[in-house]
């Protein structure tokens, strides 16, 4: 497997292998349906982040994050950590947290910050393994979710 730079242009690729996956949306890891998969959504999500890393193997796209600072760039937020099922427990999803992680650290970010519905113990699970802490709750319109952050340094 090789873990690169996503681009534009690898927004098909993705939308079909996450529609073979039979999911509805890229950001299911996470609980966080911001995006449909349609290649523009994919397109515009990839363009508009200032991190966007993609895992490819033979067969296509196994994994996907995707990152973004906020205005004062010492804090940002993952928006998108999606490993195709077929894939999950290989460390996919470790070896993409940690290319964000040494991504934002390079460029100063002081905190990584992700979402986790009520709903979703696994991915509390999986943060809190990763070194992430609970912030708090905030609300969306799926309910409360926890807000949980982490020093991108420790991620690599």
């Known amino acids: 497997m090789k873990l690169r730079a996503a681009r534009p242009d690898d927004a098909e690729t993705l939308r079909t292998a996450v529609s073979r996956a039979r999911e509805e949306t890229v950001f299911d890891d996470i609980g966080a349906p911001l995006l449909d998969v349609s290649a523009a959504g994919v397109r ?88 992430f802490a609970r912030r708090g709750t905030r609300r969306s319109p799926a309910g409360d979710e926890s807000v949980v952050v982490a020093d991108p340094r420790a991620l690599a």
């Open 44 to 131: 515009e999500a990839a363009a508009e982040a200032e991190w966007s890393f993609l895992m490819d193997s033979d067969e296509g796209p196994v994994g996907l994050a995707i990152a973004h600072p906020d205005l004062d760039g010492t804090e940002a937020e993952l928006l998108a950590l999606w490993v195709h099922p077929n894939r999950a427990g290989e460390g996919v999803a470790d070896e993409l947290l940690a290319r964000v992680g040494n991504a934002l650290a390079d460029r100063g970010v002081e905190t990584l910050r992700a979402t986790v519905p009520p709903d979703r113990p696994s991915a509390e699970e999986f943060f809190s393994a990763h070194g």
